[in-house]
């Protein structure tokens, strides 16, 4: 053995008796690491297959770990072979992450998040605090005051950009709006995404087109986050119909977005909640 190599031992060996703070510190220094805000968005994306359905046949999570605690968190497919996993630290300090997956291409892929500090209007998820009332994370109260806009997601960039200009000028801070297209009274545009990929447009013989329902559009998401994020700017959080009886289907929209600390998920009866088809 040489020097080089004596050298390299007596280096893990120190590392692995180092108390859990020093350690982390030492890996960092060893491990590119991204500084993300507490509260914020640290996004991993992978390269994985496109063949088949990934979206039924792929499976992706992530362990981020920091000391003793251990959070799993799942990933999604965001089309043309991207798998992403999403993560919202709550604790400041270093986080490990370690990648798990049926695909030997996903699979252990580690790394490293350093959660900062906040800063400016980020104070983490509303949630009930003191049973009647809310508040943020950091326990800056919540005054809820919305208003409802179900499918302004789905009226073209020009009708969202006014409906986003019209916030910015308004005192609301809540926006209760849907995932899915609707139709009803001055709203019978075709929507320019979906939810599901359409197979067939909708025609004379076949009223509703068809949709399909094994996977979703990637498309649709891209333009849909867009607007929660300019949501977000305006310091409005988006308030997201879910009907119960499909909340069980729609996972996929939990692994989108539960890391977005300005979405607020609300479970409605099901005519809260229609397809643009039905």
Avoid at 70 to 98: C, H, Q
Wanted: glycine content about 6%.
């Amino acid at each position: 053995m040489n020097r080089r190599e004596i050298l390299k031992l007596s280096a893990a060996s120190a590392l692995s008796v180092l108390t859990p703070p020093l350690a982390e510190a030492a890996i960092a220094k060893a491990t590119p690491v991204t500084a993300v805000q507490k509260y914020d968005i640290f996004e991993i994306s992978l390269q994985g297959p496109s063949t088949g359905n990934p979206f039924l046949e792929v499976t992706l999570q992530a362990t981020f770990t920091q000391g003793h605690r251990s959070l799993a968190v799942d990933g999604f497919y965001d089309g043309n072979g991207t798998f992403k996993i999403r993560f919202m630290p709550d604790t400041e300090g270093l986080w490990s992450y370690t990648t798990s997956s049926n695909t030997p291409a996903l699979t252990n892929k580690t790394g490293t998040v350093n959660c900062i500090a906040p800063t400016g209007k980020n104070h983490g998820p509303v949630a009930v605090r003191h049973t009647h009332h809310f508040a943020y994370a950091d326990g800056t109260p919540y005054f809820p005051f919305g208003t409802t806009c179900y499918a302004w997601a789905h009226q073209g960039n020009a009708m969202e950009e006014q409906t986003l200009a019209t916030l910015a000028a308004s005192p609301f801070n809540k926006l209760r709006m849907c995932v899915f297209p609707k139709s009803y009274e001055f709203n019978h545009n075709e929507p320019e995404f979906y939810v599901f990929p359409r197979t067939a447009p909708a025609s004379k013989e076949n009223p509703q087109g068809t949709n399909d329902l094994t996977r979703f559009d990637p498309a649709f998401f891209n333009h849909f986050e867009k607007l929660l994020y300019s949501l977000r700017d305006l310091n409005i959080e988006a308030d997201l119909s879910m009907s119960r009886s499909l909340v069980s289907r729609f996972c996929f929209l939990f692994f989108l977005h539960r890391a977005f600390a300005f979405v607020l998920w609300v479970r409605c009866s099901p005519p809260c909640f229609y397809s643009h088809s039905e």
